[in-house]
């Protein structure tokens, strides 16, 4: 069992920065790929951006060019680099070390952090 806790979240004006932070403890050797999904009130979570366990990554198509996932394996922690911040990236961002396939959610989730973009 892994266990996932998020940090850094908070309120920014458009055009800021944020950097979150999701630090890993528990059956840590498991974790293979990790990644960060947002979620907004009546919409399912999505994908943000992921990294395997060599450092590959993947973004979504809103946050490339702003965002930068990155992986400290010796501290156990992903983070989340966010800039140039839009109103629209305003979510609960979760980080995770699996995934959704719909609306199913699997792997281990942090309890998430909020974000607000205020424009």
């Known amino acids: 069992q892994v266990q996932l806790v998020e940090s850094g979240g908070g309120l920014v004006q458009a055009g800021g920065s944020l950097r979150l932070s999701c630090a890993a403890s528990?059956?840590?050797?498991?974790?293979?790929?990790m990644g960060w999904y947002r979620q907004v009130p009546g919409k399912q979570r999505e994908l943000v951006a992921s990294v395997t366990s060599v450092g590959a990554t993947n973004y979504a198509d809103s946050v490339k060019g702003r965002f930068t996932i990155s992986r400290d394996n010796a501290k156990n922690t992903v983070y989340l680099q966010m800039n140039s911040l839009k109103p629209e990236d305003t979510a609960v961002y979760y980080c995770?070390?699996?995934?959704?396939?719909?609306?199913?959610?699997?792997?281990?989730w942090g309890q998430g952090t909020q974000v607000t973009v205020s424009s």
């Open positions: 528990g059956s840590i050797s498991s974790i293979k790929g």
């Open positions: 995770t070390t699996g995934g959704t396939v719909g609306s199913v959610r699997f792997g281990s």
